[in-house]
């Protein structure tokens, strides 16, 4: 593997219970890659966060970045740079001190100081901005401040803790594309956290989802959706989780040892017949997704616009494609 | 049409009013006038225009209190601000320490102003209090402190000191305002505790501390009167007769209201004047700190 990050057997425990924030992770992030963590809010994404960039020590495992053994280094000895979540921009700095605040703490002289933060000022379109004050600034330039005192560090990784939830959903998707850009040039590499399963899986090369402060999963987007290794993955990941349901309904029939099944919405087929009753249909334009009860449970249709299929309406279904789980909820082959 | 909800608001603001224009604006005017005149309170009053200012002005005892005053003012309130800041930053946390320096910091500030004078007098005694045996400990002969200038004029900083609790509280409510992520950001640039409090905690702070500066300096001269009259008569040699001490001296002992109210507007107008500095430099100190 490349010289990226690398974090090893890594384990966090808060408090005198020694109740683990992150236990026994095992991940690593190459070059030019965005690992996307992802998780429900308490499932260890900010702690793994800042083991990397060093606010916190592990307890137990290591962390190598660009090559090199981090764990116990301080975070400005590491060539991580940080995105907080809200951006953390000092209030009463200017745009220039705000990028420039590490030189000026490390005592730099005013001349590489200026010519370094105009540097990246100009890449990300902040030169005319570097005497505002961030109250004074817009969501996505604040965004681009975050990034620009991040890239001041010419860092081997970025660490990013939910960079677009401060952005309305309008800035939002353009912000994503100047981070993606940004993210993977020059060979560095980006842990990208974020409690938003599809901004995961648009940003990350890959994702790890977390649960409970190990890792559940680790993959690219695609695998997590098609082959989902528990059913917490499978009910996580996707715009519409995946339906699990008993074994034995639907008259599916499963491989030995499987106990739940579970069914996307796109893998159900609406046929002639009467054993589902449609309980809601939401129309989202380019699509129309049913839902449907069938013997008491809750499964996902994706119908094409103007299937007619109205509420209250009963329908046969074929399913051409399901996942098998376990009584524990591991995937079975 | 007033609405309900204004006449509401006017019903309940009526006592305030009224007692503010009873007890604070009435006496302030009266007072005012008199110091146009000479009065000692049992003879009608006579019109003296601007002579009892002119009086006033030329006295030396004014100009020795101006000094007790400045003294006082130079020495506690910086203490008091910069103590009240130390000591928040200390007790911001949840540690059992942190727990112990907020109740033992406000509690001074909940006894009685005479109860602390009552206490301070005993910690000076050279007989029987702390600071004497202290002094003996160290090989030092304690000697009577409310005698000499600067041991009185000490006592009574170090008293209006551990009555810091009040700027303590702001400063601490202050404190929890800021963002802990602006700390874990600047611990990711590499900045220590030092260049932490330099460079996040003081400028952001420094609104409030200014405010309470000024504040600090019209409250501490007028509550440089209950320590000075109990703990030291202004004495020695008036070292510690501060403005309001000789506005009651003059006034009451003495009787002569006329001198009194004369003294007691010029302390009004440098409280006012000193309140005014000290929010311009506020407004200065802020223009600096959020534009560099």
């Known amino acids: 593997m490349s010289a990226g990050v690398a974090v090893h057997q890594l384990s966090f425990g808060y408090g005198k219970d020694g109740r683990s924030a992150v236990s026994e992770v095992d991940l690593s992030v190459a070059a030019g890659e965005v690992l996307a963590v992802v998780g429900p809010s308490g499932s260890g994404k900010s702690t793994l966060l800042r083991l990397v960039n060093g606010l916190l020590t592990p307890t137990a495992g290591s962390v190598h970045v660009g090559g090199r053994d981090v764990t116990r280094a301080s975070p400005e000895a590491r060539p991580v740079a940080m995105v907080f979540q809200g951006y953390a921009l000092f209030p009463h700095l200017d745009v220039a001190a705000n990028i420039g605040f590490g030189l000026a703490v490390r005592k730099a002289p005013r001349s590489e100081r200026r010519r370094r933060v105009l540097e990246v000022a100009d890449r990300l379109q902040l030169s005319d901005l570097l005497h505002r004050l961030p109250g004074e600034l817009s969501g996505g330039e604040r965004q681009r401040v975050a990034l620009a005192r991040a890239l001041l560090r010419d860092p081997v990784v970025f660490c990013l803790d939910e960079p677009l939830s401060a952005l309305d959903p309008v800035l939002r998707t353009a912000a994503r594309r100047d981070l993606e850009q940004l993210l993977r040039t020059d060979g560095r590499c980006a842990l990208y956290v974020t409690h938003d399963q599809s901004e995961a899986m648009t940003l990350g090369d890959r994702v790890a989802l977390l649960r409970d402060g190990r890792v559940e999963q680790v993959g690219t987007p695609r695998e997590l959706y098609d082959t989902p290794a528990t059913t917490f993955v499978a009910a996580f990941v996707g715009t519409h989780p995946m339906a699990l349901l008993p074994v034995g309904s639907l008259g599916l029939n499963a491989a030995a040892g499987v106990a739940t099944v579970g069914v996307r919405a796109e893998h159900v087929e609406l046929v002639p017949g009467t054993e589902a009753l449609v309980t809601a249909v939401d129309d989202l334009g380019h699509e129309q997704v049913a839902d449907l009860e069938v013997d008491g449970h809750r499964l996902l249709a994706r119908l094409a616009p103007g299937s007619g299929l109205r509420r209250g309406d009963r329908t046969g279904l074929r399913v051409s494609r399901h996942t098998g789980f376990d009584a524990a909820g591991q995937r079975v082959a | ?292």
């Open chain 2, 1 to 292: 049409m007033r609405s309900r909800y204004q006449r509401g608001a006017a019903l309940m603001g009526l006592p305030f009013v009224v007692g503010a224009l009873v007890l604070v604006v009435a006496p302030a005017v009266v007072t005012a006038g008199y110091a146009f005149t000479t009065y000692d309170g049992l003879s009608p009053a006579t019109f003296n225009g601007l002579g009892t200012f002119r009086d006033v002005l030329a006295d030396p005892e004014l100009h020795n209190s101006l000094r007790s005053t400045g003294w006082f003012l130079l020495l506690a309130v910086p203490l008091r601000i910069v103590g009240g800041l130390l000591l928040a930053l200390l007790a911001d946390g949840s540690s059992r320490l942190a727990g112990a320096t907020r109740v033992s910091v406000f509690a001074p500030s909940v006894i009685p102003d005479p109860a602390t004078a009552l206490i301070w007098l005993w910690v000076v005694n050279p007989l029987y209090g702390p600071l004497g045996a202290v002094l003996r400990l160290t090989g030092g002969t304690p000697g009577p402190v409310l005698i000499d200038t600067w041991g009185a004029r000490l006592t009574i900083v170090a008293l209006s000191v551990f009555a810091l609790g009040e700027g303590f509280l702001v400063t601490l409510a202050a404190r929890r305002e800021l963002p802990e992520s602006l700390y874990d950001a600047a611990r990711v640039e590499g900045a220590r505790p030092l260049a932490r409090f330099r460079r996040i905690t003081l400028p952001l702070l420094a609104p409030v501390l200014l405010l309470l500066t000024a504040r600090d300096v019209l409250v501490s001269m007028t509550n440089a009167l209950v320590p000075t009259l109990l703990l030291t008569r202004g004495g020695p040699l008036d070292a510690t007769k501060t403005l309001p001490l000789l506005v009651y001296e003059r006034g009451f002992r003495e009787g002569d209201l006329g001198e009194g109210a004369a003294l007691a507007v010029l302390t009004l107008l440098l409280g006012v004047a000193a309140f005014v500095v000290a929010l311009l430099a506020l407004r200065a100190v802020r223009r600096w700190s959020l534009r560099r």
